[in-house]
């Protein structure tokens, strides 16, 4: 059974979970800036989680390709007091922090949320290893080349889907090496990808389940569907249903998502499929 601790709660992945994204930057490529006071937070956190989402992934940071450095100063300005705001309102939510630092990190579940969500997989903070073993929480590892701001010049692969297993069979060696036991991966879909590479994962993703750690998909409104469909991240939830519907099917745990809701119905209706 697939399942991880959160918080002393196991939670159950043998049935996919959502994980809805709180973006706390001006600078995200579909939402940014739309936070930005505490009543547009709570609201948005109420609805994400009345809508069915079983974690919520705060980020200060934009990893969008290019975005701006943020300096840890500032990252933890705009995540740790949302940590707190929601947990005072809503003291259950299991809160997921997008973070690559590991001090960012550690503040953020001393004071209350979850797990950590790394697009850098530890490649970016020597000592996130070391701090996630410490603090015993689950650890979600990204795969991606370089950093946002030059992930897009690194896209070259001699098997994209070959390479992608061994970088997560090291990695997790790597976490279990240090005692850490909730390990999950992401295939870093727009991340150090070309359009042809990211659909050629999407396509292989039923190989990523023989490394048997719970997958979580991030495709939610990205480039790979507006781009394909030549239309704005605005209207890009259509295909990013379709998309979900696929990687469910070919076994993701976790949808990272920008609409809760249809990705709730999405895995009602996948499971119920997988059923017959």
């Known amino acids: 059974m697939k399942s991880i601790n959160c918080k002393g709660k196991l939670i159950d992945l043998s049935t996919p979970k959502v994980m809805g994204i ?11 800036g739309k936070l930005t006071s505490e009543k547009d937070i709570i609201s ?43 947990l005072k309102e809503f003291p259950d939510t299991l809160m997921s922090i997008d973070t690559f630092r590991s001090n960012i990190a550690r503040q953020c579940i001393e004071n209350g949320a979850a797990l950590i969500n790394d697009i850098s997989a530890g490649n970016m903070d020597v000592n996130m290893f070391e701090t996630i073993a410490n603090l015993q929480v689950p650890y979600i590892m990204m795969h991606m080349k370089g950093t946002p701001e030059t992930m897009m010049h690194n896209t070259e692969y001699e098997n994209i889907t070959k390479d992608l297993l061994f970088y997560f069979s090291e990695k997790i060696a790597k976490a279990r090496s240090y005692g850490i036991n909730d390990v999950l991966v992401d295939l870093g879909f727009g991340f150090s990808k070309t359009m042809d590479q990211n659909f050629e994962l999407l396509s ?30 605005n209207d890009a939830l259509n295909g990013t249903t379709s998309l979900h519907s696929i990687a469910l099917y070919k076994g993701a745990s976790i949808l990272r998502v920008h609409d809760v809701k249809e990705a709730v119905e999405c895995i009602k209706l996948t499971q119920n499929l997988k059923s017959h």
């Open 22 to 32: 709180l973006n706390l930057t001006p600078d995200s490529f579909y939402d940014g």
């Open 44 to 86: 948005q956190a109420e609805k994400m989680l009345s809508d069915g989402a079983t974690f919520l992934d705060l980020g200060g940071y934009s990893s969008r390709p290019g975005a701006k450095f943020v300096s840890e100063e500032e990252e933890l300005k705009r995540v740790l007091p949302v940590v707190s705001l929601i």
């Open 204 to 233: 292989n993703l039923e190989l990523f389940n023989n490394i048997d750690v719970p997958i979580l998909v991030g495709v939610s409104r990205k480039s790979m569907i507006h781009k394909t469909l030549g239309i704005s991240p």
